[in-house]
Every structure is written in C-alpha cells, then in structure tokens.
C-alpha cells in the first residue's frame, strides 16, 4: 500500500473516474497517492462550505476538478465511517443542490445577456443538460451528447433518453437547434422559470446569420418564429409557459 501524503497511511489510493466519450473527456490527475479517507474528507469541507466545484487536493496547483462519479465515491467511503450516514445523506443533496442553483443562476444570467453578440452566438452553440443544467457543447456531429454529471441528451431538442421532441419541432427551412425546448415545454421539466422564457435562439447554420429572437411583444402575430415555441409546440400537446392552475 502507497503512502498518503497528506495523512501518512498506507491506504488505498484515490483514483479519478476516467470520462471519455465523443462529448468531452475529463483532465487527467493520478490522484498523487492521496488516500480515499482524505479526499473525502476535503469533499466534505467543500461542500459544508458551499462549495459543488471541487478542486483535486492532491498537490498545489493541480487543476482537476472532481466530476459527480468522484465526489459519489468520495462520499461512499464517508460513508462507511461510524456515524456518518446521516450526514453523508444531506451532503448529496446538498451536492445536487448547489450544482444545480449554480448551473441555474449561469442560465439566468445568459438569458438576461442574449442580446449580447457573445451571448447570442453562445446560445445557438450550447444546450443545458436536462438534469444538471451545466451548458454543453456539442463537439461533434453527433446530436447524441453527454454532460459531465452523466447523463446523456439530444442536443438539438435537449431532452433526455425517451424524451426527444425534436420531431414536433421541425418545420419548412426550420433551425436544427432549440435552446432548452425541452426544458421549456415538457411536463417533467423542474425549471419552472424557465416556462416563462419566450426568448428564442435559432441555429441558422444555413445562411451562418444567427438570429437571436427576443422576448415575444404583446401582441406579436403567432405563428412567427418568435412565438415558435408557445404555438408550435402547445398545437402539439406540449405545455410552453408556466403551470396553469385549472
Ligand atoms: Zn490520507
Ligand atoms: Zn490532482
Ligand atoms: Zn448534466
Ligand atoms: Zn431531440
């Protein structure tokens, strides 16, 4: 058994979870020997203090941050100490939390700056994932894409597994991308804020003039594309804007 750096034990050394797949593929760090007990430990303190992002503590200066696979080993061994259950309980979802109110306040902000050239050009290239909401980019020509928490989604709709709409969205000329569609009409979608977005970005790839929509004015004519989204998809059965009580 290795020698811990940090604690001087023989244990069994931390090794990261390797993440390759034709979406993105994790920054490799060896783990510099550190044992699991310790990692653990520094994902605890992280996450009490707020912190979902975890740097590898292994060494000054290392860049790599611990994707969701390693912080759930992490916890797994906390786990096992005497007592910890409990705490260990509320230290996943509290993980969960905090990425997911990070990923949503990113979002926020984006939106609220889409009239910004880098903005605007940003939206029609990223989709937010389904169930962490980190933005990803599509890297290849595949419209089958993995986000960093794991999960995988359809990029031009951004739905998850079963969920792809991208059928009832097509139409004459139409853009191949939809920024959140998915997260703004279905049923099962948590961002409930996100119903009321009627901004809309288009991926016109075609004439490579990319075409930033905004917000729908009153009394804007349905059926252009500002209005895509409530009329397209609500004549399909699909919800577009907030809950409404019956
Ligand atoms: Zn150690
Ligand atoms: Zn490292
Ligand atoms: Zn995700
Ligand atoms: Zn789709």
Excluded at 64 to 87: H, M, N, P, W
Excluded at 138 to 163: I, Q
Aim: charged residues 25%; negative net charge.
């Amino acid at each position: 058994m290795p020698v811990c750096p940090v604690c001087f034990e023989d244990a069994e050394s931390v090794e990261y979870a390797t993440m390759h797949n034709h979406s993105w593929k994790n920054h490799a760090c060896d783990g510099h020997g550190l044992c699991w007990r310790c990692l653990a430990q520094h994902v605890e303190i992280q996450l009490l203090e707020g912190r979902y992002n975890v740097r590898c503590p292994g060494a000054a200066g290392c860049s790599y941050r611990l994707v969701s696979l390693d912080v759930g080993r992490a916890l797994d061994v906390l786990e096992r100490e005497d007592g910890k259950e409990e705490v260990v309980g509320t230290l996943r979802l509290r993980y969960e939390q905090l990425r997911s109110d990070c990923h949503q306040h990113r979002l926020r902000e984006l939106l609220k700056k889409s009239q910004g050239a880098n903005e605007a050009w940003l939206l029609t290239r990223v989709q937010p994932c389904p169930r962490c909401l980190t933005l990803v980019r599509k890297e290849t020509g595949c419209s089958h894409v993995f986000c960093r928490c794991g999960s995988d989604f359809c990029f031009p709709c951004g739905a998850p597994p079963g969920g792809c709409i991208c059928s009832q969205m097509r139409r004459p000329g139409g853009s191949k991308v939809v920024f959140a569609a998915w997260l703004r009409s279905a049923d099962e979608s948590r961002v409930e804020w996100l119903w009321d977005y009627r901004g809309l970005v288009d991926d016109n790839d075609d004439d490579g003039d990319e075409e930033v929509e905004q917000e729908l004015p009153q009394g804007q004519v349905p059926g252009t594309p500002r209005s895509f989204l409530s009329t397209w998809l609500e004549a399909r059965g699909f919800r577009c804007g907030p809950r409404r009580s019956p």
